[in-house]
Nanobody, 129 residues
Framework: QVHLVESGGGLVQAGGSLRLSCAAS????????MGWFRQAPGKEREFVAAISWRSGSTYYADSVKGRFTISRDNAKNTVYLQMNSLKFEDTAVYYC??????????????????????WGQGTQVTVSS
């Protein structure tokens, strides 16, 4: 069992930065693919970023490439999302997700929310101008 807790959200001006954290307990995340998703009011949950346990490769939605960076600190069992140059359209609840079945997979679709079986409670990010 994995319990994920996001933190670091808040209110920020457009052009500003925030760093979200996803702290895990119960299991180590070393062999889990990790993802960040977000959901704005009235919209479907959408993929933001992911990181592979096997290769360390990172993946990003086109809308955040060059602005957001996903990383992990295995010693702290924590995943981060550094968000720079924030825009109003980045306003959403951000969710951390873990795929505990990553070691069983041959191919991966990191942007597919159904890949992930553990989710955090979400943290609100609000961007104003």
């Amino acid at each position: 069992q994995v319990h994920l807790v996001e933190s670091g959200g808040g209110l920020v001006q457009a052009g500003g930065s925030l760093r979200l954290s996803c702290a895990a307990s119960g299991r180590t995340l070393i062999r889990y693919d990790m993802g960040w998703f977000r959901q704005a009011p009235g919209k479907e949950r959408e993929f933001v970023a992911a990181i592979s346990w096997r290769s360390g490769s990172t993946y990003y939605a086109d809308s955040v490439k060059g602005r957001f960076t996903i990383s992990r600190d295995n010693a702290k069992n924590t995943v981060y999302l550094q968000m720079n140059s924030l825009k109003f359209e980045d306003t959403a609840v951000y969710y951390c997700a873990a795929d505990s079945r990553s070691v069983l997979r041959i191919t991966n679709y990191y942007s597919d929310s159904t890949k992930y079986d553990y989710w955090g409670q979400g943290t609100q990010v609000t961007v104003s101008s």
